[in-house]
């Protein structure tokens, strides 16, 4: 039965370069990445570029486990680099991805990551151009990680900027709060709440493409991974030497992820998000673009939660009961691998 | 002691994007790939694109152990993307490194690996210029996983394909094969053999740049990384449609690699290099290009190894006995994490 179990799973000479590395690559890579840029099978992929501003971004998925509701590390590792272009400004183009498998991966979850990559590609318009895959021995990775690299194009309109950040700007999110990471957590934990909360990951590009286009009032986006909202901001109010004033009543948090974040003494604000983005914009635009997330994208929670003032790069969160305070970084006990 | 020792290691609250992951950024990424478009640090570097064919390349890197003769996992993951656009014909430019590391690396290590990145990286005039980290537990990784990607330019003069192949072409490689895998082997087995076989890896774009615009008669360059020379002859052959004749007695191997791979039973012709490279060129230009490579490149050892012959996309290595046999790629027994 040895023979039949190792037909299943990924061996260590998938990863040598050899015959069986190449039938990975033809069987699951290319079949469902198939473009005429990644087909060419070349050492490096060639696409033209035209002058401009280009934006690359790359970031690793480690994410345990690699189901969960909502999505898969294939689709994160998709939604993860092309958000982190689509908040600097950029229409992203292409994609590569590098695979790190553990021996013994059973190949039908291989090819579910593979096929929901493929799928969430093709929701954001981008494509797979480039790929590489090791396998490394049993107890030398957890099933599997990717990193993906993504390029594309600034926006000719959008100019954003920690130095255009001035008092009385605007702060909306596109979104309720901490979902990514409490699903991971629920997941892995088997905590047994019965609950389902299901990840917030989603390709965020052609949503801003159309916010920078029409709103030339926003002056800097933020995708709320690693370290939730509350990092994210403080990263932004020290880059930028102003502080930021949230609201507490008005952050947007589902209540089932308000009801068990309290249970498990947890707080959203430092909880991980894989779709949702910080704006600071322009006073003057904030309720147009409030109006045009709510109804043109059905993004129904998107709130206006706080504002920009004056300051030395902190941030303060004005408390239901009139008080105030201060967040800083993440730190102290960890959740690792959430993304 | 434990305080002691945990100040010296990566914790897992070093991945989760909070307080400390920002001190590890600051105290060793930013430190050693000081550069303006990195300096920025926001979800995307941003570069100038100019018109032209853009060439990208992704790998991961798992070499075990991460140091070894000749180099380490750093320089490997600099050279290896490097050399994948050199011998497309792109000049590279800028690169991206995310870095998935296990709890408990010494930080030493993690300096000497970054600053081996950065120095590689001077030499072949690239800027690192975006990244990523992320820590997983003990045992959920075998020190310390690099990915880069890569993007350059091609040069406006390159015009490299497979289709490109016709009898007659002439086969060259710069140097000794074999040394790479080989180092590896025996740096990682504890073989009790007292070798020196140092790696070759380093960075091959300077040297096919400057060929490229020597050389209008270079048709194809290949690495010759996993599976080796007859791995990659096989996969050219194979994509071009044309036999491959490689004369065994010209073949370069070093003594000691020739005597220990004997020993071994292993085969030079299927060990990975990581500075080596494969040259199609029109035959005209083949005494030529090979005395270039010899005198203006010190590379003693470059060999004319063989030629293109009309055919089925078959390797055949001609024997010093006069016979010939058929090279295919790599099957079986793997040489794991050799990159």
Known sequence: MAEEKDKDIVLLSHGDGGLLTHQL????????????????LTDAAVFSSEPGRMAISTDAFVVDP????????????????????????????Y?????????????????KIIASMANTCRV????????DTKVVGRG?????????TGVGYLLPGANLGYQRLEPGDKVLVNGCLGNHGLAILLQREALGLDSQIISDCAPLSIMTTEILKRFKGIKLMRDLTRGGLATNAKEIAMSSGVDFWLDEAALPVEDSVKGITELLGLDPLYLANEGKFLIVVAAEEAGELLRYLREDWSAEYACQIGDIQAGKGNVYLRTALGGARQLNMMAGAPLPRIC
């Open 95 to 111: 994609l590569t991805a590098s695979f790190v498998i553990e021996e013994g991966f059973p190949f039908a979850d291989l090819e």
């Open 140 to 148: 030398q990775a957890d099933k599997v990680y990717i990193t993906t």
């Open 66 to 93: 690699v189901f969960f509701p909502g999505g898969d590390i294939g689709k994160l590792a998709v939604c993860g680099t092309i958000n982190d272009l689509a908040v600097s400004g950029a229409q992203p183009l």
């Open 25 to 40: 690559l033809q069987d699951f890579f290319l079949r469902y990445f198939k473009n005429d840029l990644l087909d060419s």
């Open 124 to 131: 954001a318009g981008v494509q797979i151009i480039a790929g």
